[in-house]
C-alpha cells in the first residue's frame, strides 16, 4: 500500500524560510515523477514544483521559481521542497503527490494517483 507522509510545514514570518519533506512507502519510486502542490482556503489545489525521476527535470510554477528548489534523495522515495523568502501569498496545505505513469512529468493534478494527507503552510506578514 503506498502511502506518502509530509512534514515540516508551520507558522512562519514573511521573507522566512521552511523545508517540507514526503517519505514515500510501499514500493520503490525512483523512476517516477513526485510533485507539491498546495490549496489555499476557497481555492482549488494549483501546482508548485515537480521532480522526474532518474536524472531529474524539474518544473516549477511561475510564482515559486527563484524562491523554491524542489529536490530528491538517491533513493527516490523521499521528496524535499525548501521554499524560501516566504510570502503570505504562499499559505496553503501543502500536498505531495506521486505518479504512476512511467516517464511522465506533469504539471497537472490529475496526472498524479498518489497523495498524502498535507501539511500547513502559514505566512504572517
Known amino acids: 500500500q503506498v502511502q506518502l507522509v509530509e512534514s515540516g510545514g508551520g507558522l512562519v514570518q514573511a521573507g522566512g524560510s521552511l523545508r517540507l519533506s514526503c517519505a514515500a512507502s510501499?514500493?520503490?519510486?525512483?523512476?517516477?515523477?513526485m510533485g507539491w502542490f498546495r490549496q489555499a482556503p476557497g481555492k482549488g489545489r494549483e501546482f508548485v514544483a515537480a521532480i522526474s525521476g532518474g536524472a531529474p527535470t524539474i518544473y516549477y510554477a511561475d510564482s515559486v521559481k527563484g524562491r523554491f528548489t524542489i529536490s530528491r534523495d538517491n533513493a527516490g522515495n523521499t521528496v524535499y521542497l525548501r521554499m524560501n523568502s516566504l510570502k503570505a501569498e504562499d499559505t496553503a496545505v501543502y500536498h505531495c503527490?506521486?505518479?504512476?505513469?512511467?516517464?511522465?512529468?506533469?504539471?497537472?493534478?490529475?496526472?498524479?494517483?498518489?497523495w498524502g494527507q498535507g501539511t500547513q503552510v502559514t505566512v504572517s506578514s
Open positions: 510501499g514500493g520503490t519510486f525512483n523512476m517516477y515523477a
Open positions: 503527490a506521486l505518479d504512476r505513469t512511467w516517464g511522465q512529468l506533469s504539471r497537472t493534478v490529475s496526472d498524479y494517483y498518489y
